[in-house]
Nanobody, 127 residues
Framework: QVQLVESGGGLVQAGGSLRLSCAAS????????MGWFRQGPGKEREFAAT????????YYADSVKGRFTISRDNANNTVYLQMNSLKPEDTAIYLC????????????????????WGQGTQVTVSS
């Protein structure tokens, strides 16, 4: 079965950086777009970033554009989220997810497009 396991979360001061990883198994990872979402305390889950199957196309929410970078390593079945210039409002559980549309180069920003989800990793940014 498909498994997505996030890691790399933690506590960081405002202005700091973290790099999240999501290890995928149970699917031919290199075929599928991936995304990162987040859910802050008392908030709905929201889109953060997405990357196409090849890694050649990325798309970001306005709230993270210019600060976050999504990337992938298809040889190691892993997708990353590099987060710089973190703000207290970035505090959330961060989840990775997979879209079961092989070789899609569209930008997938809606929750409903994603078929598999990880459990998430907590990111806390202190002021």
């Amino acid at each position: 079965q498909v498994q997505l396991v996030e890691s790399g979360g933690g506590l960081v001061q405002a202005g700091g950086s973290l790099r999240l990883s999501c290890a995928a198994s149970g699917l031919t990872f290199s075929r599928y777009p991936m995304g990162w979402f987040r859910q802050g305390p008392g908030k709905e889950r929201e889109f953060a970033a997405t990357i196409d199957w090849s890694g050649g196309s990325t798309y970001y929410a306005d709230s993270v554009k210019g600060r976050f970078t999504i990337s992938r390593d298809n040889a190691n079945n892993t997708v990353y989220l590099q987060m710089n210039s973190l703000k207290p409002e970035d505090t959330a559980i961060y989840l990775c997810a997979a879209v079961m549309m092989p070789f899609s180069s569209r930008w997938h920003s809606r929750l409903s497009e994603y078929d598999y989800w990880g459990q998430g990793t907590q990111v806390t940014v202190s002021s």
